[in-house]
């Protein structure tokens, strides 16, 4: 089945620095990669997905990155804000299913 | 006001009872999945159901129970035979059964079990 591995565990970036976080997935037959935000004590939240007919996509300060040859993507944060500071997920779809990375503690100091 | 909706927030327990989470959604999703988390860890899935009166297993099922008699709810028990059930609880829904499978989480219930 699918297995997802995230990097780094945790990120630590100074205000108005970018962040970049990165996940391999081994099925190559996902088709669609979310990423989620969860701040502490609450649900995830989906901030941003790519599908597999999409090398790339941008919502204002985060974008996504897909390379399905060698099976990761990214996701890219500029001009960070210490509101970002969260844990962030990746998850690639499995059979019926979605796979979720071990997640990212980013933290943004001001 | 649409969304998912997890109560109770918080749930104590004694160790040897039975107890149910409620997951409700008024998205008119077909799909939902409990998953499990861990402190400093990822999500773990428990059941899922792609449709009224069917769920299957997911990755930790042992030791936990689901029913899904309409569409909106999809409860959660989490019983004596789960050797470890203090965790956070989130529950999620999709509108499709399949494909893309965009998930969409609720709040969260923390189970402690003393």
């Known amino acids: 089945g699918e297995n997802v591995e995230q990097h780094p565990s945790t990120l630590s970036v100074q205000e108005g620095d970018s962040a970049v976080i990165k996940c391999t997935y081994s099925d190559s037959a996902s088709n669609y990669f979310p990423w989620y935000k969860q701040e502490l004590g609450k649900g995830p939240q989906l901030i941003i997905d790519?599908?597999?007919?999409?090398g790339e996509k941008k919502d204002q300060r985060i974008a996504v990155t897909l390379n399905k040859t060698a099976k990761h993507f990214s996701l890219h944060i500029t001009e960070t804000q210490p509101e970002d500071s969260a844990v962030y997920f990746c998850a690639a779809t499995g059979f019926q299913k979605l796979v979720f990375g071990t997640g990212t503690r980013l933290l943004v100091s001001p | 006001d649409g969304g998912i909706t997890q109560s109770p927030k918080y749930l104590f327990r004694k160790e040897g009872q039975n107890v149910t989470l409620s997951c409700e959604q008024n998205l008119n999703h077909d799909a939902m999945y409990w998953y499990r988390q861990d402190p400093g860890q990822g999500l773990r899935l428990i059941y899922y159901?792609?449709?009224?009166?069917?769920?299957q297993k997911g990755d930790i099922a042992e030791g936990y129970s689901v029913s899904r008699e309409k569409k909106e709810s999809f409860p959660l028990t989490v019983t004596s035979a789960q050797k470890n059930p203090t965790a956070f609880y989130l529950c999620?829904?999709?509108?499709?059964?399949?494909?893309?499978?965009?998930?969409?989480f609720g709040p969260g219930t923390r189970l402690t079990v003393l």
């Open positions: 790519i599908r597999s007919n999409v």
């Open positions: 159901s792609q449709i009224v009166n069917d769920f």
């Open positions: 999620a829904s999709s509108p499709r059964r399949s494909s893309y499978n965009e998930q969409f």
